[in-house]
C-alpha cells in the first residue's frame, strides 16, 4: 500500500507538463490507471481489516468527514496556490503532501490475508 500511496504522489508532478494531447497526458493517464487500481483495493481491504466490525459505522463515517473537508479545502489551496505559484510548484505541492501521507503507514500494522477462507 506504501507503494501505491507514491505511485500515486509521482503522478501529480506530471499535471504541470499536460498542455494538451501528447505524451506527458498519455503518461498522466497511464500512471492514475496503474496507481488507482492498485491502490483502492489494498485501501478498502485494509481498513475494512484494521477496523473494528462493531464501530466500522462510525469509523467510516470519520473517514469520510475528514475526506469531505479536505475535498472542501484542498481546491481553494491548490487554486490559490497556482494562481500565486504556478503548477509545477502547486502540483508538486500536492505530489509531496501525498508522498507525505505515508508516513502514518510506515507506524501502522502489517496486516498478512488469511492462507483460507473457510465458507467462501
Known sequence: MIADVLLNAVQ????????GLGWPLLLN????????TLYWPSYHAYF?????????G???GIREAVSTVIGIA?????AWLILTAGPIWMFGAVAAVEALS???LLAAPNVMPPR????A
Request: no cysteine; glycine share 12%.
Open 116 to 119: 483460507e477462507a473457510p465458507g
Open 48 to 56: 475494512a481489516s484494521i477496523g473494528d466490525a462493531e464501530h466500522r
Open 12 to 19: 501529480f508532478p506530471t499535471y504541470a507538463a499536460v498542455h
Open 102 to 104: 505515508v508516513l502514518p
Open 74 to 78: 484542498a481546491p481553494l489551496i491548490g
Open 58 to 60: 462510525h469509523q467510516v
Open 29 to 36: 493517464g497511464a500512471l492514475g490507471a496503474v496507481a488507482s
